[in-house]
């Protein structure tokens, strides 16, 4: 049953609006056509607007959480959202040490959409150091990417962005996704680089009008959920971004805050006539 049906674990703090966090994995990973498995790192206040607080989950619950889950069922990915604390880091490193052939895919949550910050620089560090070595693909925006690649001792250092994806392959990830949706471009680009920081794909996306919470969940948690069912990474990547565009297509703005990706668009039982711009 499982192997037509794939589960994929998600680590992340939840979101009581269900814009982004854990409950935006959720919705995608189930959109997608997989089952989802949870682990909590941290709980959130917070409205589409913004992060007010988070506490973060202790480190014990959190590998308790994961450890009873992969004891008893078998997962085919794992997704990283936002961890919480070094703690949660490190313990969560340790846990899927112990997977190695299970896909991995990170999305290093480091600020809220307003700018609230959500990691702080010996959190950056314990990323480098312990999860981005066992990473299948990392999916950063431009600023994530900028940050996670910075010589801190280099006041001058100012990378260009195929030269950050360079410095984090050089972490030991196998693929970074560099996304756009921070720059001023007439077009999202989004660009996916291998080996060396070869540019294994590059594709162009419509700007759409907002400002959305939970874009990078949702085509992190859609990526996951595709390398679960065995599609291989560029081609995953390139599903999750047309999954990903419809669900902003189709968002709404249910507060006075940012809008939210529809992960059900779907399943609204009206047709878009707006496809988005195929990619380049």
Known sequence: MSESFPLVMTFAATDPSSGAGLQADLLT?????????????????????????????????????????????????????????????????????????????????????????????????????????????????????????????????DPTLEECAKRILSLGCEYVLITGTHEQTPKVVNTLYGEHGVILRSDSWARLPGIYHGSGCTLASAIAALLAQGVDVPDAVKEAQEYTWQTLNSGFRPGMGQHIPDRLFWARGEEDEEQPERPN
């Not at 409205?47 to 506490?55: I, K, M, N, P």
């Not at 480091?110 to 150091?129: K, Y």
Request: a negative charge; charged letters at 25%; hydrophobic letters at 45%.
């Open 29 to 157: 990973i189930a959109s997608m056509g997989c089952h989802p498995l949870s682990v909590v790192t941290a709980i959130t206040v917070q409205d589409t607007s913004g992060v007010d607080d988070v506490l973060p989950i202790d480190p014990e619950w959190v590998v308790d959480q994961a450890r009873a889950m992969l004891e008893d069922v078998p997962v085919a990915a794992f997704k990283i959202g936002l961890l919480g604390s070094v703690e949660n880091i490190v313990a969560i490193a340790e846990v899927l040490a112990d997977y190695p052939d299970i896909p991995l895919v990170l999305d290093p949550v480091l600020a809220s959409g307003r700018g609230d910050e959500l990691a702080n620089d010996d959190m950056l560090d314990a990323m480098r150091e312990l999860l981005i070595p066992q990473t299948t693909i990392i999916t950063p925006n431009s600023m994530e990417a900028r940050r996670l690649a910075l010589d801190e001792d280099n006041e001058e250092d």
